[in-house]
């Protein structure tokens, strides 16, 4: 496997690019804020005729140990033993329906030697649960997914994903890698902690929630936040909901993607099924470095391979939390695999992957998810 | 230096004093230092926001917590302060650590001595003893214990008491302790034992009644044997008419009387649920043979027709008790006949389904005679009742038969039905399921008498017939009987002397009565069978006996005795009933 790392600026620095191969993958995690995303796409699918694009919009680009804002990082891979193809799916031709546009996905991507799938979705009106058990329906079990749901900084307003030479929202886009010798690692961690009492869910249609113990949700949100209210949605990410229900034995997290005053109502990134208990969650900066190391540990060890290649995929809502300390756990997962390992990725509104390699694929928050690559 | 920096950068800044040149070069410091404070702030005031609410939250779950906890017990201790019965709770040592009111209620001590106190203190058996055994405290060798026993109270009384406990476990399985509950039963033990006392009284009383009946039945039956007998050689005498017709009477009323002998006999055994049914092979067209012969007569002299209608593919040989089917047919039969006074009186026996050998047998039977009427339908199935209280005077009858059959069809598993029509008929049938047997019958055609004429027949001639008998009466019918069926025979008034007579004579047979002076039927046949003479052995030996039970029935076997007639006789069944004995003898 080779790889090419580059932090891209400007529009400018495509062509201070020198690779010495010729990459089959483009892996590009782009700023809402860097200016010129589609001419630096489409200048790039021009110049690498042959090589595959697929990225998406950030709440912060991870490159290294480095975790930046207004950039793209850029990395080019030319893998020897593994095939590629990427396939996309438009939400608006899916009726917006999540579960249908996975099992779309999933169906293109279908074949012999397929092990894994890495997917990058639209991060705002995607239910990101439904997408995965859609991934999931019809594909054999051995085959791997992970991946995570674009960012727009904080500001939840706009997301996209990069996809052969098309910058586009509303879509998902899938790598497919197809191999008999490519060893997968992957790992999903998060840190936070519960508190307070325990709630029951007693309305909510799929990922909106209306009512927790009978009372207005939004109302106990915002009183929780306090002077941050005025800050909704962005400020939700600092309260997750800890969920268990009769799937979710051990609870999964949930983050807040939008809210509507007049229903009262908070719009999560993954179901909050009515009759399902959840607790707030709490975050401490040290227990989140910790967890990303975790997260680390338990992907390295899922494999013997040296690991070459590593995407880490976190959620915005530990970037708030950690702010200046945030290049604190990038580096955490660095330490543990070493540094003969690439690293990318960038802050999502949403990570999808196991638990670990027992568990079946799922939708997170708040953790770190790792997905790593070895030929 | 910025005027926005946080206070405490503020502070530092002017305590440090640094000159303006440094503070430009290290101005993005600053700034990220300030960024730092400022969230920290906004980060403390977040989390002592979160730690008011949550506090609240916390506070206010409490208190519900605490207000549901206060209802519910509030309930729990109104609930066992208001229930009749006794609840407890017991340490692991057997003291008391709960009692609910009705303690004090039952046992006279307060509930306040108690607590902390072993139980056995206040639970004292019948010599006043501790009652420390009710309870394995050591080995705590159960999970429940329920038992009821005699305990005395504060007042030195005895109260019944029905005690149960359960182990009260922990979540990790360690015993706690124990819950239980103590009911007073004395009411009901009382209640109890009066009973039992009353059921013993009641079965004494019923047994007295029993052995009343049957001890009666059998006094009644031996002199009646005589009369039947007498009244049946006198008219065999060519009697003048006028005597015949007192003849008749007396013939009549005689069986009239054994009949109802034998119908209180059988209601009592059917009441008391001594009855048996038998389960032996047995020839269906026998029964209807012997139906035909036995009211022949007695329609001919009515000018009635009595017809039995068969369906053709019945087979002929059922597994069953005969002897009940026969009773049931009979008294139907004859009750037709009896309320007939012109047609017919039909007995047509149907097949409705086979399932392998099982048969469903419908048995219809219907007359033309004066019918019921609606409202008395249902009377007539009760014991001693007939339609009218003049029906006894007009036509005889005890009034039992059909309450008989009745039972005997239930106890059967069927039902007698009844249809009728004031002045037209009555049609009475019932279905049984009979179970065809493989046994084939050989009997049947030999046992084809001609009834008529059995008295000239000379099938009984020159036969030896030993007859043991010490009723001087019996042995004068018996003479007279088998006389005139040119028997050879030899009466021996007891057992002993049967006996003798056996051993020097050869007989064709033994008629051997089972009660009777020096020495019993039963002992009597055991010996002749023992005795050396070879031909004893097996000769049939025939208990004639008015002791009918199942009983006798069973123990004929053990002595050896073949088989059972009844007394009284009726002198055609006796001539038929040797004769296919004797006959049997010989195919042997």
Known sequence: MKIYQHKILHLEDLDKMDLDFIPDVFFLFASPTFIGTEEFVSKLADKFENANLIGCSTAGEILGNEVMDSTIALTAVKFEKTKLRIEEVDLVSCNLDSFEAGKAISGKLKGPDLRHIFVLSDGLIVNGAELVKGLHRDLDKSVSITGGLAGDCSNFENTFVISGNQVASKKIVALGLYSSELSIGFASKGGWDSFGIERLVTKSTDNVLYELDGQPALDLYKSFLGELAKDLPGSGLLFPLSMRDEDNQIPVVRTILSIDEKKGSLTFAGNIPQGSYVRLMKANIDRIIGGAEQSAVIAKNSTKDQHQLAFLISCVGRRLVMKQLVEEEVEAVNEVFGDKIYTTGFYSYGEIAPFDKFSPCTLHNQTMTITTFSE | ?588
Request: with cysteine.
């Open chain 2, 1 to 588: 230096m910025s005027n926005n920096y946080h206070r405490l950068l503020k502070r530092q800044l002017k305590k440090i004093d640094l000159d303006d040149g440094t503070l430009d070069l290290i101005t993005p410091l600053l700034r990220l230092v300030n960024d730092a404070y400022m969230a920290y702030d906004r980060d403390m005031e977040q989390v002592e926001n979160v730690l008011e609410i949550s506090s609240q939250e916390l506070f206010q779950a409490n208190q519900q917590l605490k207000n549901s906890v206060e209802s519910i017990s509030g309930q729990l201790s109104k609930v066992a302060g208001n229930i009749k019965d006794v609840i407890f709770e017991m340490d692991l040592n057997g003291n008391w650590s709960y009692l609910n009111p009705a303690w004090r209620k039952l046992t006279g001590y307060m509930v306040k001595d108690c607590l902390g106190k072993p139980y056995y203190q206040f639970l004292k058996d019948d010599k006043g003893n501790d009652f420390k055994d009710l309870i394995d405290l050591k080995t705590h060798n159960f999970s429940t214990i329920s038992k009821s026993f005699k305990s005395q109270i504060i007042t030195g009384e005895y109260k019944w008491l029905d005690f149960s406990l359960k182990v009260i476990m922990s979540e990790d399985g360690k015993i706690e302790g124990y819950i239980g509950a103590i009911v007073d039963i004395s009411k009901i033990k009382e209640t109890e034992l009066a009973l039992i006392e009353a059921k013993e009284k009641e079965s004494m009383a019923n047994k007295a009644k029993d052995e009343f009946l049957t001890t009666m039945s059998h006094e009644i039956r031996t002199p009646l044997n005589a009369v039947i007998g007498i009244s049946h050689l006198l008219i065999l005498e060519n009697p003048k008419m006028e005597q015949m017709e007192n003849l008749s009477t007396l013939k009549h009323s005689s069986e009239h009387l054994l009949c109802l002998v034998n119908d209180i006999l059988d209601f009592n055994k059917i009441a008391s649920g001594q009855l048996e049914l038998e389960n032996r092979d047995f020839n269906l067209n026998q029964v209807l043979n012997g139906l035909q012969s036995i009211f022949h007569n007695s329609a001919k002299e009515k000018d009635i027709r009595l017809l039995v209608k068969k369906d053709t593919s019945l087979p002929k040989m059922f597994i069953g008790d005969s002897t009940r089917l026969s009773q049931i047919l009979t008294n139907l039969v004859s009750n037709a006949i009896k309320f007939t006074e012109e047609g017919k009186v039909m007995v047509d026996i149907e097949v409705l389904g086979v399932e392998g050998d099982s048969y469903l047998v419908e048995f219809v039977i219907s007359d033309t005679g004066i019918g019921i009427p609606e409202d008395k339908k249902d009377k007539i199935f009760l014991s001693f009742a007939q339609a009218n209280s003049d029906t006894t005077r007009k036509y005889g009858g005890t009034g039992l038969g059909l309450a008989i059959c009745k039972r005997l069809l239930e106890i059967m598993d069927s039902d007698l039905k009844l249809e009728s029509q004031v002045g037209k008929g009555s049609t009475f049938s019932f279905k049984l399921k009979l179970q065809r047997s493989g046994v084939t019958d050989y009997q049947e055609d030999a046992n084809a008498f001609d009834v008529k004429s059995i008295h000239e027949q000379d099938n009984l001639k020159g036969t030896r017939i030993l007859v043991a008998e010490d009723n001087k009466v019996n042995i004068m019918v018996i003479e007279k009987f088998l006389s005139k069926w040119q028997v050879d025979f030899d009466i021996a008034e007891n057992g002993l002397i049967a006996l003798n007579k056996a051993m020097e004579n050869t007989y064709d047979m033994i008629l051997m009565d089972l009660q009777m002076p020096v020495m019993n039927g039963f002992e009597a046949s055991k010996a002749i069978r023992e005795s050396n003479n070879p031909l004893n052995k097996v000769m049939p030996i025939y208990a004639l006996s008015a002791s009918t039970g199942m009983d006798t029935k069973n123990q004929l076997g053990k002595y050896g005795i073949d088989g059972l007639i009844c007394k009284p006789f009726n002198p055609t069944e006796l001539f038929k009933t040797l004769t296919s004995i004797l006959q049997q003898k010989y195919v042997q």
